[in-house]
Nanobody
């Protein structure tokens, strides 16, 4: 069974930094794209950043120049470096893995979410 486990959330002051990580576990053969989404109270879940196996990246306009996504394919892990954080970055951040192939299955998976709170 595939699981995504996030870590690294917390409370930080505006202008500060946080690093998130998400490790996929299970009998994984390969993962297509991985990414981060976020959901603030009262809002829909929105894309933050994605990265393909070939390390092609895509960012939401609101985080361009402040956040960096990366991945370690050998460890099935995706990272999100967040810099110059703003109060509007406050949300639950979810890890996402697209087209995860195991020896017997293929599917998309979400992590349980990690809270990021930026105080003003």
């Amino acid at each position: 069974q595939v699981q995504l486990v996030e870590s690294g959330g917390g409370l930080v002051q505006a202008g500060g930094s946080l690093n998130l990580s998400c490790a996929a576990s299970g009998s994984i053969f390969s993962i297509n794209a991985m990414g981060w989404y976020r959901q603030a109270p009262g809002n829909e879940r929105e894309l933050v950043a994605t990265i393909t196996t070939a390390s092609s990246t895509n960012y939401a306009d609101s985080v361009k120049g402040r956040f960096i996504i990366s991945r370690d394919n050998a460890k099935n892990t995706v990272y999100l470096q967040m810099r110059s954080l703003k109060p509007e970055d406050t949300a639950v951040y979810y890890c996402y893995a697209d087209r995860v192939y195991t020896t017997t299955t293929m599917g998309d998976y979400w992590g349980q979410g990690t809270q990021v709170t930026v105080s003003s």
